[in-house]
């Protein structure tokens, strides 16, 4: 019952955002737990083809640059990577952004931003490789939609990312919708809501040593994630370990949910 509960092998899977932070954690995580290839997008070509050459070390990886936050350039990618595959049973929706502004200082710029790439974005595509998850996808192989919330999304603290905080919420009940309208195509629809991890988005705090120590002390565990920490959580999802596991949101955030 144990073999293979955790392999990716011969799965075909998608990350965006993963030429770096989370989304590559995630993509190196499923080549190494045997995964046939893994798609990594993101709107900067130098670093996503950079990242697809670095994770090649692990399996095989291919970058297919693109802004998938509009229309055309989301489009551009689907069109490409169906020209490549015939299905794909995973897809990791990591793409998102952040505009920190105190309340009454937000911009509706800022506020439209993080909502078009956060919540809109993840919808679009999804619904856009729709016809790939399903191709593949039975009772007894289900293709896995995995969405990248965040405590944000569940806590009442915004930390002046009042967009953020909302959009998050907002992709937490879209996974829960979602799941309920694939669950007869045989495509499971998941979130992982991580807390402090080690990203771009956050350096602003793990650069200021005073601030990320006074952190670690509201962290019931006391320590930032690890890569393994979401990417294992990922591979669960993704594998047949996660086979009746649809609709759910799953902190990784070291209990820090729990008590905030």
């Known amino acids: 019952m144990i073999d293979g509960l955790f392999s990716m092998q011969d799965k075909v899977c998608v ?5 770096r932070g989370l989304g590559a954690f995630m993509a190196q995580g499923f080549l190494e737990s045997g995964a046939k290839r893994v798609y990594i997008t993101a709107r900067k070509a130098e670093a996503c083809v950079s990242a ?3 994770l090649s070390q692990y399996g095989e990886c291919i970058a297919i640059p693109a802004d998938i936050s ?3 350039g989301m489009q551009t990618f689907v069109s490409e990577l169906m020209s490549r595959e015939s299905h794909i049973d995973v897809l990791v929706n990591n793409a998102g952004t952040g505009w920190g502004a ?11 931003k993080v909502m078009d790439i956060n ?9 856009a490789l729709a016809p790939l998850l399903r191709a593949a996808a ?14 944000a999304g569940v806590v009442g603290n915004a930390v002046d990312n009042f967009g953020y905080a909302a ?14 309208e694939l669950a007869n195509d045989h495509i499971r629809v998941n979130a992982i809501a991580p807390g402090r991890f080690y990203s771009k988005m956050t350096e602003f705090l793990s650069n200021d040593q005073a601030a990320f120590e006074e952190e670690l002390k509201t962290i019931p565990m006391h320590r930032w994630g690890e890569p393994s ?4 959580v990922a591979i669960m999802l993704a594998s047949k370990a996660g086979a009746f596991i649809t609709g759910q949101i799953i902190a990784i955030d070291g209990g820090t949910s729990v008590v905030n």
Do not use: C
């Not at 896995?144 to 965040?150: A, C, E, L, R």
């Open 229 to 232: 920490d979401i990417a294992g």
């Open 102 to 112: 105190p309340f009454g200082q937000v911009p509706e710029k800022g506020w439209d």
């Open 119 to 127: 919540v809109k974005s993840p919808f679009f595509l999804t619904q």
């Open 138 to 151: 039975s009772p007894d192989n289900t293709a896995s939609v995995i969405n990248i919330g965040s405590i």
């Open 52 to 54: 697809a050459e670095e």
């Open 167 to 180: 959009s998050k919420s907002a992709i937490h009940q879209l996974t829960r919708v979602l799941s309920t």
């Open 70 to 72: 509009n229309a055309e």
């Open 15 to 19: 990350v965006t955002g993963g030429s």
